[in-house]
């Protein structure tokens, strides 16, 4: 069954440091979303990609983020300079027409 | 503004009863409402969703019901099984928001005792 990955599982990185996590959504979807879960806390939406460009985005998604689909498989998400507070479970997301949105494994993202 | 709320927050059952986990929704024009399920240091998986104009749908021992003039959509559990113990988390999509952007619920943490 086709399922959406994400790497790497953990990221540990200091604080002002840029951090890149990788997706790789299931391959006949055209929508992607990043959200985030904060331990203990629901999923919050971050941004929606359809296109080569941002659908959507919340306001947790501020100039330090930045989405990217670099080739025809992976959807990147780019935090510039990371924040104690940006520790988080960032989970990718895709969808097909249909509209069932399928989610990855994560990549537990820890700032120190 | 939008939301979610669900309850309860968590839920123990004896394996074979039922659980029921409810939502409540802000905004009238929501239609899409999907469940998924959460277990530990996974990713949420969709178990069940369903659309505005259905009251409710069924896949084995899980049900969803929805009630557009109460604003609430509630997840059915029967025959509980110890693999059903996870964190549910309902979501919702609003009028005016890109497809696929879901509000979710805070979550329901589902543990089945034998």
């Known amino acids: 069954e086709p399922e959406v990955t994400q790497t790497p599982s953990h990221q540990v990185t200091q604080m002002g440091q840029e951090v890149i996590l990788r997706c790789v959504p299931i391959?006949?979807?055209?929508?992607f979303y990043w959200y985030r879960q904060i331990l203990g806390q629901k999923v919050e939406f971050l941004v929606s990609f359809y296109n080569n460009e941002i659908s959507e985005k919340s306001e947790i998604f501020d100039d330090q983020f930045s989405v990217e689909r670099p080739d025809g498989s992976n959807f990147t998400l780019k935090i510039r300079s990371t924040k104690l507070e940006d520790s988080a479970m960032y989970f990718c997301a895709s969808r097909d027409f249909a509209g069932e949105q399928y989610f990855g494994p994560g990549t537990r993202l820890t700032v120190t | 503004g939008e939301n979610v709320e669900q309850h309860p927050s968590t839920l123990s059952v004896q394996e074979g009863d039922s659980a029921v986990i409810k939502c409540t929704y802000s905004d009238s024009a929501s239609n899409y409402f999907p469940w998924y399920k959460q277990e530990l240091g996974k990713g949420p998986q969709l178990i069940i969703d369903i659309r505005s104009n259905v009251g409710e749908k069924k896949d084995q021992r899980i049900a969803v019901t929805l009630n557009k003039t109460a604003k609430h959509f509630s997840l059915h559990i029967t025959e509980t099984q110890p693999e059903d113990s996870a964190v549910y988390f309902c979501?919702?999509?609003?009028?005016?928001?890109?497809?696929?952007?879901?509000?979710f619920g805070a979550g329901t943490q589902v543990v089945v005792t034998p």
């Open positions: 391959s006949n979807h055209l929508y």
């Open positions: 979501a919702a999509t609003f009028e005016g928001d890109s497809w696929g952007k879901f509000q």
